[in-house]
């Protein structure tokens, strides 16, 4: 049997619409596909979140307690 390859072009709104008319299993295997993919997070990236960890270690009194910013959204 030959394969079809389609290409169908849609805008983010209409994949969201699509995505919202599968069922939960349907949307559960999309999801583990989509993370399937190999992704690297940039090094800047990484290091600035290490720094920031490293500066709440030294200093915990810059954190936030999570329960005060969450009333205050």
Do not use: T
Request: hydrophobic share 45%; proline share 4%.
């Amino acid at each position: 049997m030959e394969a079809i390859k389609i290409s169908i072009q849609l805008d983010f709104n209409q994949v969201v619409d699509a995505v919202r008319q599968l069922s939960p299993a349907e949307k559960f295997k999309l999801n583990e596909i989509i993370w399937e993919d190999d992704f690297e997070i940039p090094k800047a990236h990484q290091e600035l979140v290490l720094s920031r960890l490293e500066k709440g270690e030294k200093d915990p009194s810059r954190l936030l307690d999570w329960a005060q910013v969450a009333k205050n959204l």
